[in-house]
């Protein structure tokens, strides 16, 4: 059988699909506002993907929460609407919203069937221009956030990437949770929230994906149905957030029978010429997949944790190159010199040319299997966008990864991986992690 | 900023109607391995999948995570593969790969370009009776899934709550043992388990392909014939004959403190039915029954009284799975504010059912949701895997394409009466399980941070 594999195999790679075959439109509504299409008629609804760029890193530092706890109010009542009000009439429409908030973004995900699609669109309007912040609403949604950050206080992983986070970055936005602090949020007044609301939703810094059964025209129109009266003009984003942390380990204790660790070091701007090549090789190292080195060397070989990868964060403000695994507080000291090791020997050795082709054949293979209904369409249309990723990326994206060479890799490997300079974050009761790690 | 709370507390938010629309292809190969057809041809990809009709129910007394054990040894070696090679063979065509246990099935997955399924059913029909159990694999595999379990289980608070009340739910029934296993058997776990598992179900009139996406019926079933259609049936396929639930007598209650909770909750369960072949008019009046009392936060009686008017629950909920081959359980949560007490939490759910039995429906809110049904068939139609995963599900826990197909028909003919009905019949003096997820009563620590080196 495994003769017919091989041949299988070799036969197959050149067919691999060259790219997404989906045909993007670059909209402008007749309001100036500019939006990605893919149309496709053949199923009665559109997703629509609103990325208001600037996100919670807007908070000033006294009122760090307000961006989240505004958006989870978007939902809580709108012109005529008290909560139940909305919440009703959204699911009479039979629509789907989602209002969440990241670093870099406030993102709204919609879909609208054909049948009510003006509707739906007048209530994602209100949602988004007339929130009404009741003072009640203000406090149920408080508390739920006063829950979330002592749950978050008490969740190992969560504990990991904040302390990180806090390391790495200080007082820049990026090194505090956007949920914002217990005192904090219990300082947010309605004045925050409108102050959040203005801020972060503004016509000047949203980018706007649409897949679906929609027309060019139509959604021109929908757009600025749903977004016209929002304000024009954003204010400005905070600066560059500097990567202030050098090699080392830090523990936190937590009472539990594993420890979850969280590492990295700076990592790579995605306008960088050698980004394709760091893609390609944070791929080989710990990307996705049961075939990565780190998974290899640490899950399969050695049976140390369940899982570890590795990404490249694209955070605006700060790239960064960043890992996670979790494993019995016994085993973990071992797992944290693996990952090291490794580190190290990539850096000094470089990768094999069958794992840079292996890496290229899953990347280039996998990613148009990703167009994958309108819904994931409009979000990677908008995601694109948001990176500033001109219209023609998606055609040529498999062509750039294809371009990386061994020797590109092996460079970038050399400048880019620090095992000196990784600092893991271990979050448990770690035995045997000595100082000199 | 419920489904983002839900999640904090590790309640799982399902959609409510989780289930298949549309049309498929179905076929019966000679040696009894089910296939299963939905096409979708917008994108050049496929999604195949093998399902057997095994789970950690059907485990050996005393091998508990024996079932989720060999789920991850078939990603080894087989007399034609080396280990690994498969998800290497998988990843190099372009495709991605995984599999997942459940109490009822366990199921294998690839998504690939379209002109790969066959080579996926080649290399799945080879791990299908041709598994090599290598020991050094075996006892590393098993730190591995030990590894699975502190993550997933011993690490939350949330899922070890879930794991005590399942086991103090079930009397009898195997539904009460974690598939993960638990972690003194799987420590124990041996070679000759996990052959002697495998052995026993993993044989093609056992099995179930699901091949959805950019392919026609025919061209499955071409493939099928020629990958899977070798393979010789089982005459020593086992009923799934499982101990079975007596009836419960005697309300029970469980008190779970750990210092790792941040917002206790009470939890309370009963039993009810499910969705059974040719019959699922009952579960389908508790679905509605489900989002009616405690679907939305806003808009169902609980969200809307103790999370709105009386503003006295943080999260409400009411959770009810109809789709599993023995009956399974209708669980009501409430997470209370700060100054509001548990045992209060509990008498205010009691306090719902009353409400819902005494108030009946609102007809504006059942047709909402009777839209939402109707409205559900065409947003599947954009998630051809989710649509794929379902039929596994229903097909793996003894229902028919055919009753997968009349599912939203069943859902579409339920009345308010038939609703109400169906809630006096599940609170008429049920036998419940209630569950205390808390925190020990003295202060807790700070997170103590410490630097070790630099």
């Given at each position: 059988m495994i003769a017919r594999i091989a041949a299988a195999l070799v036969a197959c790679v050149l067919a691999l699909p060259a790219s997404a075959d989906i045909e993007i439109e670059e909209v402008t509504s007749p309001g100036g506002i500019e939006a990605w299409l893919v149309e496709?008629?053949?199923?009665p609804f559109v997703a629509l993907e609103f990325w208001f760029l600037g996100g919670s890193a807007l908070d000033p530092a006294e009122s760090r929460g307000a961006t989240y706890l505004m958006t989870g109010l978007l939902e809580e009542g709108s012109a005529d609407m008290d909560a139940q009000g909305f919440a009703a009439a959204l699911e009479g429409l039979a629509a789907s919203f989602d209002f969440d908030s990241y670093r870099d973004a406030v993102v709204i995900s919609a879909q609208m069937l054909t049948q009510n699609r003006d509707a739906a669109a007048d209530l994602l309007r209100a949602a988004l221009t007339q929130p009404r912040f009741d003072e009640t609403a203000i406090e149920r949604v408080r508390g739920q956030v006063l829950s979330i950050i002592e749950s978050n206080a008490r969740d190992p992983g969560e504990i990991a990437s904040t302390t990180f986070s806090a390391l790495a970055y200080g007082d820049h936005p990026y090194g505090s949770a956007q949920e914002g602090s217990a005192e904090t949020v219990g300082a947010l007044t309605r004045d925050d929230i409108l102050a959040a609301h203005r801020a972060a939703l503004t016509r000047e810094r949203v980018v706007v994906g649409a897949a679906g059964d929609i027309s060019p025209e139509e959604l021109g129109l929908l757009i600025d149905r749903i977004l016209g009266d929002l304000p024009a003009e954003a204010p400005p984003r905070p600066g560059l957030a500097e990567f202030g942390l050098d090699g080392g380990t830090t523990v936190v204790d937590f009472p539990s029978p594993q420890s979850v660790a969280y590492f990295g070091h700076r990592g790579i701007e995605r306008d960088d010429p050698d980004f394709f090549a760091a893609f390609v090789l944070n791929q080989v190292l710990g990307?996705?997949?049961?075939?990565s080195r780190l998974m290899e060397e640490v899950?399969?070989?050695?049976?140390?944790?369940y899982g570890i990868s590795t990404f490249l964060s694209l955070a605006d403000l700060s790239p960064a190159l960043l890992g996670q695994f979790s494993s019995s507080n016994d085993l973990v000291g071992e797992a944290i010199e693996v990952v090291r090791d490794q580190w190290a020997d990539i850096a000094a050795n470089g990768i094999t040319q069958e794992e840079l082709d292996a890496a290229i054949r899953y990347m280039t293979g996998e990613y148009p299997l990703r167009f994958d209904g309108n819904a994931r369409i409009a979000g990677i249309l908008a995601a694109m966008q948001s990176d500033q990723m001109p219209v023609d990326y998606i055609v040529n994206r498999n062509d750039y990864v294809r371009a990386v060479t061994l020797d590109d890799v092996n460079r970038v490997a050399a400048e880019l991986l620090q095992p000196e300079g990784l600092h893991f974050v271990v979050v448990g009761r770690p035995e045997g992690l000595s100082p000199g790690n | 900023m419920l489904r983002r709370l839900a999640l904090a507390l590790g309640l799982t938010l399902t959609p409510f109607v989780a289930q298949a629309a549309g049309e498929v292809a179905e076929f019966m190969l000679d040696n009894g391995m089910q296939v299963v057809v939905i096409e979708d041809h917008r994108t050049p990809a496929v999604t195949h999948m093998v399902w057997y009709?095994?789970?950690?129910?059907?485990?050996?007394?005393?091998?508990?995570?024996i079932a989720h054990f060999v789920e991850h040894l078939m990603f080894k070696a087989t007399d034609d593969l080396a280990s690994g090679e498969f998800s290497a063979t998988v990843e190099a065509n372009g495709g991605s790969d995984n599999a997942f246990t459940s109490w009822d099935y366990t199921g294998y997955i690839q998504r690939v370009a379209a002109d790969r399924l066959g080579l996926m059913m080649q290399m799945e029909a080879d791990r299908m009776r041709d598994l090599v159990f290598d020991p050094v694999e075996v006892a590393t595999e098993r730190s591995v899934i030990i590894e699975e379990r502190a993550q997933r289980t011993d690490s939350s608070p949330g899922a070890l709550f879930n794991e005590q009340m399942a086991a103090a739910f079930y009397l009898n029934h195997p539904y009460g043992i974690p598939i993960v296993g638990w972690r003194h058997e799987i420590e124990a776990l041996t070679l000759e388990n996990a052959r002697a598992f495998y052995d026993t179900w993993y044989h093609p009139n056992n099995a179930i392909l699901i091949v959805a996406g950019d392919v026609t019926p025919e061209e499955v079933l071409t493939l099928a014939q020629e990958h899977y259609g070798p393979i010789p049936a089982s005459d020593n396929l086992p009923p799934r004959m499982r101990p079975t639930e007596p009836p419960h007598i005697a309300d029970r209650r469980i008190h779970f403190e750990d210092e790792r909770v941040a917002t206790p909750y009470v939890s309370i369960r009963m039993l009810a039915p499910v969705r059974e072949p040719g019959d699922q008019a009952e579960a389908a009046a508790l679905v509605y029954l489900s989002e009616l009392l405690g679907g939305s936060g806003q808009t169902s009686l609980m969200g809307r009284r103790l999370q709105i008017e009386e503003e006295r629950s943080l999260f409400v909920g009411t959770f009810y799975d109809a789709t599993s081959v023995d009956p399974s359980g209708f669980s009501m949560v409430n997470a209370p504010v700060p100054g509001v007490s548990l045992e209060e939490a509990e008498d205010d759910l009691w306090r719902m059912v009353e409400t819902f039995l005494e108030e009946g429906i609102d007809p504006g809110h059942f047709a909402r949701i009777q839209f939402q049904i109707e409205a559900g068939e065409i947003y599947e139609e954009d998630d051809t895997q989710g649509l794929a995963r379902s039929y596994g599900m229903q097909l793996t826990t003894g229902l028919s394409v055919a009753d997968a197909e009349a599912w939203t028909e069943v859902l579409a003919a339920v009345t308010p009466e038939d609703v109400m009905a169906a809630a006096r019949r599940l609170f008429d003096d049920p036998s419940t399980v209630t569950g205390y997820l808390m925190r020990p009563p003295e202060p807790d620590t700070e997170a103590d941070t410490t630097e070790v080196s630099q």
């Open positions: 496709d008629a053949s199923i990307g996705g997949g049961f075939r899950r399969v070989e050695r049976g140390l944790t | 009709r095994t789970g950690a129910a059907d485990e050996p007394p005393g091998q508990s995570g």
